[in-house]
Antibody, heavy 124, light 108 residues
Framework: EVQLLESGGGLVQPGGSLRLSCAAS????????MYWVRQAPGKGLEWVSG????????YYVDSVKGRFTVSRDNSKNTLYLQMNSLRADDTAVYYC?????????????????WGRGTLVTVSS | EIVMTQSPGTLSLSPGERATLSCRAS???????LAWYQQRPGQAPSLLIY???SRATGIPDRFSGSGSGTDFTLTISRLEPEDFAVYYC?????????FGQGTRLEIK
């Protein structure tokens, strides 16, 4: 059974940093791209970042480029999101999500499994 | 960036009725790289449709997706009580992988 468990959320002051983790199990982690998607309170979904199975290629939405860094440790089956220079509009539930198809299939993928999310609140 | 626009914002229907949700892309979504997700209150999104028209594992056949290029549709043939939720479309043709703003399906 595929499981994704996010952790690391919490309250942080504007300008601060936080590192989110997503522990994965139930599939061959290194074979799949992974994504971070966020949802501000009462708002819709916003795709934030993606990383290929190897970790060699990463993608970001413009609003977080230069501030957020996605990475993965395939030996630990764990996805990370390092968030620096946090702003109030980064306040959201952050979900990690697994790509539906493995790296054997080229191109971007939709997500077939999602974690329950971790809440990040940026406020003074 | 491909901008996804969903309509209507809110759809009020009764159980047993048919629901039609629309999603329009600002530019062509190649290879039908369009997904639909359902999100119930307090839960993570769950995948309904991928490749514009293929149902994800375990999704009942009352859910169907159609469309290509820039115009896509999610149809729920006969609404069940558990179908009342928020629905999002997502293009995964190019980065950033953008979502629509969502359609809230509420009980009339």
């Amino acid at each position: 059974e595929v499981q994704l468990l996010e952790s690391g959320g919490g309250l942080v002051q504007p300008g601060g940093s936080l590192r989110l983790s997503c522990a994965a199990s139930g599939f061959t982690f290194s074979d799949y791209g992974m994504y971070w998607v966020r949802q501000a309170p009462g708002k819709g979904l916003e795709w934030v970042s993606g990383i290929r199975g190897s970790g060699a290629v990463t993608y970001y939405v413009d609003s977080v480029k230069g501030r957020f860094t996605v990475s993965r440790d395939n030996s630990k089956n764990t996805l990370y999101l390092q968030m620096n220079s946090l702003r109030a509009d980064d306040t959201a539930v952050y979900y990690c999500a697994k790509a539906r198809l493995s790296k054997a299939v080229p191109g971007h993928k939709c997500s077939d499994y999602w974690g329950r999310g971790t809440l990040v609140t940026v406020s003074s | 960036e491909i901008v996804m626009t969903q309509s209507p914002g809110t759809l009020s229907l009764s159980p047993g009725e048919r629901a039609t949700l629309s999603c329009r892309a600002s530019q062509s979504v190649s290879s039908g790289s369009l997904a639909w997700y359902q999100q119930r209150p307090g839960q993570a999104p769950s995948l309904l449709i991928y490749g514009a028209s293929s149902r994800a594992t375990g999704i009942p056949d009352r859910f169907s997706g159609s469309g290509s290029g820039t115009d896509f549709t999610l149809t729920i043939s006969r609404l069940e009580p558990e179908d009342f939720a928020v629905y999002y479309c997502q293009q995964y043709s190019s980065s950033p992988l953008t979502f629509g703003q969502g359609t809230r399906l509420e009980i009339k």
